[in-house]
């Protein structure tokens, strides 16, 4: 096991690595984290979102943890980031996953603080919402974000729950709206998100939408698929990078028929 690789866990984790001669140990060290996290394309703000999303969708106990830890004590996310990106995790995967996720960033900005002699601060206010409390404006907010947010010219309509108080009102009428994360931030949380859900449209739309919107490179989106084979698995990492190598032609087209006019 090299140094290299001790150091490289050391700085993205902040803690220690791990005394483990096993294969699986050594390989972690030298790849994920002394390779593929040091990347340039990337930085290792934006590895934490795609990170985060992967090992709350794992059901994996210890790597939860130390990835929460290590991105609020080394102070790449804030708080508020973190609880958004929580939020964020929950609609594209899942609430019950989520309500770990949320235990779990608690448990560890406690610590932090214990480890650090203070106490934990107040939470900031809820309420009141930036978004309009009016059922009308929320929808017609919800439908424009929907629009905007996936580079589409229609919106759903509201025609059931599902579309109606799900998808306009709250998705897209709050929840791509609320100010504590960027779209930058949400659009990695989304993708990795969509990619191990399997579900073929989602994945689509979504990497469509952030290419197409300039919200991540061609680079960029290419080494998102590198870092969540290395968090999530390399067969669902495949199908990943096949649709975004269907999508970059896609949005090449589009631009160039931009560019050529009427």
Known sequence: MSERGRQAFADVMTIPAP????????????????????RPALSRRDRRFVTLACV?????????????YAALNSGDLTITEMQETVLHFAVYGGWPKASRFNSMVD????????????QVPAP?????LDT????ETRLAAGEQAFKDINCLEYAPPRDNPFHGAGILNFVFGEMWLRPGLGMRERRLITVACVA?????????????????SRDLSFDEMDELAL???AHCGWPKASNLNQVISEQKQRVLAEWADEDAGP
């Open 19 to 38: 005394d483990d001669p096993s294969p699986a140990a050594s390989r972690m060290l030298e790849f994920v984290f002394a390779d593929v996290w040091q």
């Open 56 to 68: 709350a969708d794992a059901d994996a106990e210890a790597p939860l943890r130390d990835h929460v």
């Open 107 to 118: 448990e560890q900005w406690d610590r932090i603080h214990r480890e650090r002699g203070g």
């Open 124 to 128: 900031p206010r809820l309420l009141p």
């Open 132 to 135: 309009s409390a009016d059922p």
């Open 196 to 212: 191990f859900q399997d579900a073929p449209y989602p994945i689509l739309s979504h990497v469509y939408a952030a290419l197409r």
């Open 227 to 229: 870092h969540f084979a």
